[in-house]
């Protein structure tokens, strides 16, 4: 009960206070959503992404070894998404949100704040996690971007989207700086820190925002149950069995597993809202992950405190 009420008060209650406000914020003054989610895939996004790759420090034997992971789990994820679509047997755009929900994990505000609460005492389970982060961005903007834009395009035109994405040139170029130490002066860095600090809470308040848009009850379907069930049940189910058979063990193990156990990326809602592909449904999904896992992700670090010892 700890875990659960450390994880409640600490991450989730900080969380749903930004979507409360951007729910009240909506009603009052009606924003336009739309230009909230341009503002955040063509400025906010990049530049946090940026930052995260340019100022992360990490050994390269930790890196390999949860690379190796990471692609088994997500390739494990994308095929039951998959499987999990077909059972519905949805269409395209329904689909390519519910496989998201699925293989996309909230690893950066929910993440984080987790793992440096386990992982006080332990610096490799806070780097772990934040390996995880960047992995997530880059198949986020990878994977999920594709996913979802090739729901409603095809051939050369889905190519030209994600070139066009600033995420995608953030990615390289903060790994480049990052990989061959070259820092940026201060009148450069400075603004873009800005930026990246802004990021989170203009995110929940615009997801807050689209929020106030949904009728509750519109919560209550299959299609979302299932999706929770994949994210919050299923996945920490397979990366258990993923760490028992590569024989991961100690801080590693666990950090592994817990990042494991974390919700729908609000990434993906972003992404939804940009492209206009199931935004209300993508919406939905990430608060009803967000809420339950509260008591799910305290479930597995008890666990994991046990059972990686």
């Given at each position: 009960m700890e875990?659960?009420?450390?994880?409640?008060?600490?991450?989730?209650?900080?969380?749903?206070?930004?979507?409360?406000?951007?729910?009240?914020l909506q009603i009052k003054f009606t924003f336009n959503v739309k230009a909230l989610g341009n503002i955040l895939t063509y400025c906010l996004i990049p530049a946090a992404v940026f930052m995260n790759l340019y100022h992360t420090v990490i050994n390269i034997e930790v890196l390999l070894d949860v690379l190796?992971?990471?692609?088994?789990?997500?390739?494990?994820?994308?095929?039951?998404?998959?499987?999990?679509?077909?059972?519905?047997?949805?269409?395209?755009?329904q689909s390519a949100v519910m496989k998201n929900?699925?293989?996309?994990?909230?690893?950066?505000?929910y993440g984080l704040p987790v793992?440096?609460?386990?992982f006080h005492s332990s610096p490799l389970g806070v780097s772990i996690q934040i390996i995880i982060i960047v992995y997530q961005n880059l198949l986020t903007y990878s994977?999920?971007?594709?996913?979802?834009?090739?729901?409603?395009?095809?051939?050369?035109?889905?190519?030209?989207?994600?070139?066009?994405?600033?995420?995608?040139?953030a990615l390289w170029i903060g790994a480049l700086l990052n990989l061959a130490d070259i820092r940026l002066p201060g009148f450069i860095e400075l603004p873009v820190s800005h930026l990246s600090d802004a990021f989170?809470?203009?995110?929940?308040?615009?997801?807050?925002?689209?929020l106030a848009q949904i009728k509750v009850k519109t919560l209550w379907n299959r299609l979302i149950f299932l999706s929770a069930f994949g994210r919050l049940i299923v996945s920490p189910v397979v990366a258990l069995l993923l760490i028992l058979l590569l024989k991961v063990d100690?801080?590693?193990?666990?950090?592994?597993?817990?990042?494991?156990?974390?919700?729908t990326s609000r990434n993906?809602?972003?992404?939804?809202?940009?492209?206009?592909?199931?935004?209300?449904?993508?919406?939905?999904?990430?608060?009803?992950?967000?809420?339950?896992?509260?008591?799910?992700?305290?479930?597995?670090i008890y666990l994991s405190s046990i059972i990686f010892a």
């Amino acid at each position: 009960m700890e875990y659960l009420l450390i994880v409640f008060v600490n991450v989730i209650t900080p969380m749903l206070i930004l979507l409360a406000i951007g729910v009240v914020l909506q009603i009052k003054f009606t924003f336009n959503v739309k230009a909230l989610g341009n503002i955040l895939t063509y400025c906010l996004i990049p530049a946090a992404v940026f930052m995260n790759l340019y100022h992360t420090v990490i050994n390269i034997e930790v890196l390999l070894d949860v690379l190796f992971f990471v692609v088994l789990f997500s390739s494990s994820l994308i095929i039951i998404g998959h499987v999990f679509s077909k059972m519905l047997r949805l269409n395209r755009q329904q689909s390519a949100v519910m496989k998201n929900s699925i293989v996309l994990i909230n690893s950066g505000n929910y993440g984080l704040p987790v793992s440096q609460l386990v992982f006080h005492s332990s610096p490799l389970g806070v780097s772990i996690q934040i390996i995880i982060i960047v992995y997530q961005n880059l198949l986020t903007y990878s994977y999920g971007l594709f996913n979802l834009v090739s729901s409603t395009q095809s051939g050369t035109s889905i190519f030209k989207q994600f070139i066009k994405m600033p995420i995608i040139h953030a990615l390289w170029i903060g790994a480049l700086l990052n990989l061959a130490d070259i820092r940026l002066p201060g009148f450069i860095e400075l603004p873009v820190s800005h930026l990246s600090d802004a990021f989170i809470a203009i995110a929940l308040i615009t997801l807050g925002a689209q929020l106030a848009q949904i009728k509750v009850k519109t919560l209550w379907n299959r299609l979302i149950f299932l999706s929770a069930f994949g994210r919050l049940i299923v996945s920490p189910v397979v990366a258990l069995l993923l760490i028992l058979l590569l024989k991961v063990d100690g801080v590693t193990a666990q950090s592994l597993w817990i990042a494991s156990s974390f919700p729908t990326s609000r990434n993906s809602s972003t992404l939804a809202l940009e492209y206009d592909v199931e935004a209300e449904l993508a919406a939905q999904i990430v608060l009803f992950t967000t809420v339950a896992s509260s008591f799910t992700v305290g479930v597995v670090i008890y666990l994991s405190s046990i059972i990686f010892a």
